[in-house]
Structure formats: structure tokens, C-alpha cells
């Protein structure tokens, strides 16, 4: 071996040692970030956990967890569910959200529904979440499935539409106590679909569509109703008005005519006074002879073959139709 041959030889040893070194350097050195942990086994015996930061291991060791977890995912179209397996030794310690698949749910009154729900949970404990459980993910959806079916199982189809916050309030409290023990924490359970049966919810619209026209009926009628209140008290009211009106009429028309009447009167007794004072004839036979004079008009109307008879005694019409001449004389 010549001196060319032992330094190639030399070389050769030497990038393979540094292979070595950068290879164990991969493998024992690690960076883990923020919201991030990785568990450590020594000799097969979990030894601690890294947190956020730079770590370095001993080499043949020490060696990280390996998790194979599987999840249940939509597919492309977001139609169907396929559950796909995940190997990873980096454990996210943020909140996570699993989208279950639809559950065929019996209800109390035997009516078989489809649900699907989303669960928001978060890893608090990552050793019991490895150690304690065998897949973490699946172990949720089965407790989920079986807790599910024993919620809606207890209640109505009526009563499981309308408390969905009731249903995703009492899965979570049983699913976090449930999970208490594998380090997670259930933070929030919501239900997205509750489709029942096709002919349930035909039924369903139908009830509906029957309900919005009664109540459609009912705010009709009331409507009428009111109408033919506000009308009848608006008849009413006029009628009040046109009664005050007409009856404050007949009150100023009668008291004009009091007045007329009055005015007339006091004219009377004011005339039968002066023909007492200036004729000195009796009051009587002066009025009597007004009478006659005003009816002689009235009784010859009508046609002239007529005969009209006036009954009256002449000397008293005479009498009474002096004071009047006197009168006449005393004006002119």
C-alpha cells in the first residue's frame, strides 16, 4: 500500500465519519416549536417531555414517541367520510377540531335520524394522550357515537329539533368527564345536521306550511276585526258629533226664536200701550180688529165661484176698527 492509497483510504474514513456525526447530530438534536411537544423514551421507558425549544438527546438512548393516530375526514367533494392514519412524534397542544361523520340515531318516539357533529377539544396532558389511550382520536369518535345515541335516544324528534343547544351542552359535560382521564379537554360540542327521514320531514312542512297559513288567518281576521272597530267607533263618534251639532243648533234656533218671540211681545205691549195712552179705546177691541184684518187675506183665496161666508157681529167690527182709524189719524 503506497502512500496515495492510505491517503484516499484516510479521506474516505473520514467523510463517512462525518456522515456518521451529521446523522447523529439529526437524530439527537431537535427544535421544537411553539405549541409543540415531543415525548421522550429511554431505553423504552418514558423519560420527559420537550417543550419549545433546542434538545439534545444521547444518542441509542434516548428516542422519541411515535404516534399513529387515525382520523375521519371528508373526501374531495365533501360528500362521504374516509378514515386515513397519520405517524407523527410532534403532538400539537392547540384546539382541534374533528368533523364527525352522520350517526344513524334512534329518537324516543322510534324515529331514525342522521346527525353529524363537530367537537372542539384540546390536549392538556400529552403523556396520558399517548400512554393512556391507544388512538386518541378514534377513542373520541367512539365516545361520541355511543354518547350521541344515548342523549337523542331520551328525547322526542319535536324536542330534539328545538334544544340543540340543550343536546350539545349535556355532550359535552359527558364527553369531557369521559376524556378527563386520556389529558384532553372537550371545550365544545356542536351538532350541524339533524336530517330525519323524508317523509318525517315532508310531514314536517307540511305541519309548518299549515301553521303559517293559520296564523296567516288569524292576523287577517284580527286585522278585519280591528277594521270594523276602528269603523263602528268612528260611525259612532260621528253620530255623538252630529247629534251635539244638531242639537246645539236646535238650542240656538230656539233661543233666536224666544228672543223673536220676546221682541215681538214687548213690540205688542208697547203698540196696545200706546193705543191705551193716544186712542183711550180699549186694548181688546184693538188686537180683535188686528186679527180680522189678517185673516181677511187668507179666507179669500182660492177661486172666485166660491161663496166664502165671514160670520162676524158688525157692530163690534166697527167698535173694533175705530181705535185703528184714530190711530191712523194720530200718525198722520
Known amino acids: 500500500m503506497n502512500f496515495y492509497t492510505f491517503q484516499l483510504y484516510g479521506a474516505l474514513f473520514l467523510v463517512g465519519l462525518a456522515v456518521v456525526i451529521l446523522l447523529l447530530f439529526l437524530k439527537t438534536v431537535y427544535v421544537v416549536k411553539q405549541a409543540e411537544v ?9 423519560h420527559r417531555m420537550l417543550g419549545p425549544g433546542l434538545h439534545i438527546l444521547i444518542p441509542f438512548m434516548d428516542s422519541t414517541r411515535t404516534v399513529l393516530w387515525s382520523f375521519v375526514i371528508p373526501d374531495e367533494g365533501g360528500f362521504m367520510h374516509v378514515r386515513v392514519s397519520k405517524s407523527f412524534n410532534r403532538i400539537d397542544m392547540r384546539e382541534s377540531v374533528y368533523d364527525f ?23 392538556t396532558d400529552p403523556k396520558s394522550a399517548v400512554y393512556e389511550v391507544y388512538n386518541l382520536p378514534e377513542a373520541i369518535e367512539k365516545l361520541t357515537q355511543t354518547t350521541l ?5 331520551s328525547m322526542d324528534l319535536d324536542e330534539t329539533l328545538v334544544s340543540r343547544d340543550q343536546i350539545n351542552e349535556q355532550l359535552r359535560i359527558i364527553l369531557d368527564e369521559a376524556s378527563h382521564k386520556w389529558g384532553v379537554k372537550v371545550n365544545r360540542v356542536e351538532l350541524q345536521e339533524v336530517n330525519p327521514p323524508e317523509d318525517i320531514r315532508q310531514a314536517m312542512e307540511k ?12 292576523l287577517e281576521a284580527e286585522g278585519t276585526k280591528q ?27 230656539a233661543q233666536g226664536e224666544a228672543q223673536a218671540r220676546l221682541k215681538m211681545a214687548e213690540a ?16 181688546l177691541n184693538y188686537l180683535v180688529a188686528l186679527q180680522y184684518i189678517k185673516a181677511l187675506p187668507e179666507l179669500t183665496k182660492g177661486k172666485n165661484d166660491k161663496l166664502v161666508i165671514i160670520p162676524y157681529e158688525t157692530s163690534s167690527l166697527i167698535s173694533s176698527l175705530a181705535p185703528i182709524k184714530k190711530m191712523f189719524e194720530l200718525v198722520t
Open 149 to 153: 345515541r344515548n342523549v337523542v335516544g
Open 227 to 253: 277594521a270594523l272597530i276602528l269603523e263602528a267607533e268612528g260611525v259612532q263618534e260621528s253620530t255623538i258629533l252630529r247629534a251635539k251639532g244638531t242639537a246645539e243648533s236646535n238650542i240656538i234656533t
Open 101 to 123: 361523520p352522520k350517526q344513524s340515531v334512534i329518537s324516543k318516539d322510534n324515529v331514525m335520524m342522521q346527525i353529524s357533529a363537530l367537537i372542539y377539544y384540546q390536549i
Open 268 to 283: 205688542e205691549a208697547q203698540a196696545i200701550a200706546i193705543v191705551k195712552e193716544k186712542a183711550g179705546a180699549d186694548p
Open 207 to 218: 305541519q309548518m306550511r299549515a301553521e303559517r297559513n293559520r296564523r296567516a288567518q288569524i
Open 38 to 46: 415531543i415525548l421522550v423514551e429511554r431505553l423504552g421507558k418514558f
